[in-house]
C-alpha cells in the first residue's frame, strides 16, 4: 500500500503519543485508529500488521537502528531498535528480533533530548532477554575491531547521534 492509501505519520503520533510501551494489543488498538479502513481490510491479522504499518507510513522521519548483536551465539542472535522521530517531536523505539523477545515491542516518548534516547535505546535492547547474561560486552564507539572475547556487541549508536544532530541543524 502506498503512504497516499494508509495512515499518515502525522495521524499515527496523535494515537501514539503519551502511550508508553506497546505490545501486539496496543499496536491493534493505535492501528484501528490511525487508519480503521485498512484494519478493517486486514480483520483478525490487524494487530499483527500494526507496527509494519506504522513503520511504512513513518518511514520518512526513521533516524536509523541501533543493534545488540552476539557474535558468539551459533545462530547469529541479535536484537535491534528502529529509531523514529515523527513529524511533531514524538520519538517512537521499535524493537525485533532473531528470536523470541518477551515484554513489549516499542516505547513511545516525549523528549527532545538526545542522552535520553540513547540511553531508552539500550535499555529497550536489553529488556526482555530472559536471563540472557551479556557478558562480555563492546560498543561500537570502544574500537574498530571486534574484540574475539566480546559476547555482545552494541553498534548503530554513533549513526543516530548523526542523524539526530542533522535533524536539529534543520529545525
Known sequence: MSNSETASAYTWE???RGVGDLGEAEWGVAFRRADPALASQLGEDADINAQGEFAEAAAAYHLSRVSLDFPRSTHGDGVNVDVYRLPGGTVVLTRFATYELYGPTARVLTTDQIEEVVEQVYAFLSEG??????????????EEELSPDTDSYFEGERALREAWAKLASVS
Open 14 to 16: 496523535q494515537e501514539l
Open 129 to 142: 532477554e530472559d536471563g540472557r547474561e551479556l557478558g562480555e560486552v563492546q560498543y561500537e564507539a570502544d
